[in-house]
């Protein structure tokens, strides 16, 4: 099965602002910039995954994003996390009605492609099915079979609120990079050990140096 990842970026400048005691002035949207780009970039290196489409108002995430090959929906609804995606999705189905959707995070600077197509090929059993994040309360990746809502219940406590909503639950080993998303400092460690895309690298090498 092939699949459109939709996945949601507020504006750089509110983006991570859990990351602001780490990552202090400018550094922190430039985080949040590059945590995107790689996971996109890994995302479109996944055989599973047929195209990418970024929710976001950010103009510079906007063409940044574009430039590694994903397609970029303005977010009309401005409404919040769930309401992009939602709105992705709609998009996405208008001109492929029957198309499979996932919706991914913006922050897996780890993401490895063969990880991904682990999780999206054990996703497509399902008629809707989410991946837990590494902290198992929220959740990563939330896909939708063709012709089923994606439902999206993003937030404080979204695994238990995607289980709830009748998703099933993936319980896959050895896809860490899938669910290693970056909020805080310590997420930002984990994601470092288990290695972070070329742009994560940069961006974060200010910080490495001055001992993080």
């Known amino acids: 099965m092939q699949w459109t990842l939709v996945i949601p970026l507020k504006p750089l400048a509110r983006a991570k602002s859990r990351l602001s005691g780490t990552a202090a002035g400018g550094l922190r949207p430039a985080l949040a910039l590059a945590f995107a780009q790689d996971t996109v970039a890994a995302a479109l290196a996944s055989g599973p995954v047929r195209d990418v489409a970024v929710v976001t108002d950010d103009a510079l995430a906007g063409r940044e994003l574009s430039a590694l090959g994903a397609r970029v929906l303005p977010d009309t609804p401005g409404a919040g996390l769930n309401a992009a995606l939602a709105h ?89 990079s899938v669910r290693q998303d970056v909020d805080t400092g310590e997420d930002l460690r984990a994601a470092l050990a288990l290695g972070v895309g070329p742009r994560t690298t940069a961006a974060a090498a200010g910080l490495l140096l001055a001992g993080f």
């Open 88 to 176: 992705g999705a709609a998009v996405v189905r208008a001109a492929r009605p029957d198309c499979a959707v996932a919706a991914l995070n913006a922050d897996l600077p780890a993401l490895r492609p063969a990880e991904l197509a682990r999780v999206l090929d054990s996703a497509a059993e399902f008629p809707r099915a989410f991946l837990p994040d590494a902290a198992a309360i929220g959740t990563t990746l939330l896909s939708a079979a063709p012709g089923r809502p994606l439902h999206p219940a993003f937030g404080p406590d979204s695994r238990a609120r995607h289980r709830a909503s009748g998703a099933t639950e993936l319980t896959l080993g050895a896809v860490d």
